[in-house]
């Protein structure tokens, strides 16, 4: 199955938690990325633009304006580790009796459409669907990648519609790079699943949808740590990449 890049993005996702290396407390007044301070510099948005969930997730606004909007809400235990601790008042219970240190990303990309990766002439008729997210304090990448999600004979798709994807070893799937350490949904181990509620491959189209499960970190190592995931998305599909009709 075709997987698409991760496209770094800046984007300051919020994040309430931990901030990794060596063992320090992993994120000391850096738990609230949605301020958008950390991603301006190439994004070219003022802070006001990259808030919170305040203008993000209610698609019933009175003005309707939510309902045109692209965003994604993710919170991510992560189980804590070398280099992956945290205060206590950033810890929860999870994964069965294990301590995690709580990171919350409530992003607004409307307006951003180099942050989508859609259309990818060199699979054309194919299309393919990812969208991927940068923040620099701390490093991190989120992508939600669908992979193929209009097909050909020999490139089905991934995602051809809406309805549930378990986590397994193909797309959809979510990543997350956050203290020199990528989790995936791929790896295998990894439990949970993808609900597409909403399901478009149309320039203006909407694909949303919910995600939630556990997915493990990419690694040689024997023990791998593992990482809870819970969150939404809601995203209006940019013009095709090299105009790449449909």
């Known amino acids: 199955m075709t997987r698409f890049p991760a496209i770094l993005i ?12 060596g063992g320090d407390d992993v994120g000391p007044g850096n738990d609230s990325v949605g301020t958008g301070e950390d991603g301006i510099a190439q994004d070219g948005v003022a ?15 009175a003005d309707g304006t939510a309902e045109l909007k692209s965003y ?6 992560l189980e804590q580790g070398t280099g992956i601790t945290c205060t206590a ?9 294990k301590t995690c ?19 990818s002439t060199h699979i054309a008729p ?20 669908f992979g193929i999600i209009i097909g050909t004979a020999d ?6 519609e809406s309805g549930e994807y378990f986590f397994t070893g193909f797309e959809p799937e979510i990543e997350v790079t956050i203290y020199n350490r990528n989790y995936s949904s791929k790896i295998e181990g990894s439990d949970g699943k993808f609900n597409i509620t909403h399901w478009s491959a149309d320039e203006g189209g909407l694909f949303a949808g919910t995600f939630a499960g556990k997915i493990l970190e990419e690694t040689a190592a024997a023990e791998k740590l593992r990482a809870v995931v819970e969150g939404d ?4 599909l940019p013009e095709p990449q090299g105009g790449q009709p449909h």
């Open 10 to 21: 800046a984007i300051g996702l919020a994040i309430t938690g931990c901030s990794g290396g």
């Open 233 to 236: 998305f809601h995203f209006i």
């Open 126 to 145: 194919a299309i393919a669907f990812a969208v991927s997210d940068t923040v620099f304090v701390p490093f991190s990448v989120v992508t939600l990648n």
């Open 155 to 160: 490139k089905p798709p991934s995602t051809p």
């Open 101 to 119: 240190c709580r990171v919350v990303f409530e992003r607004d990309i409307t307006g951003n459409p180099t942050k989508f990766s859609f259309g």
């Open 72 to 77: 994604y809400h993710l919170t991510l235990d």
């Open 89 to 97: 008042d950033k810890q929860v219970d999870c994964l069965s009796g």
């Open 47 to 61: 802070p006001g633009d990259l808030t919170g969930s305040s203008d993000q997730g209610d698609s019933g606004a």
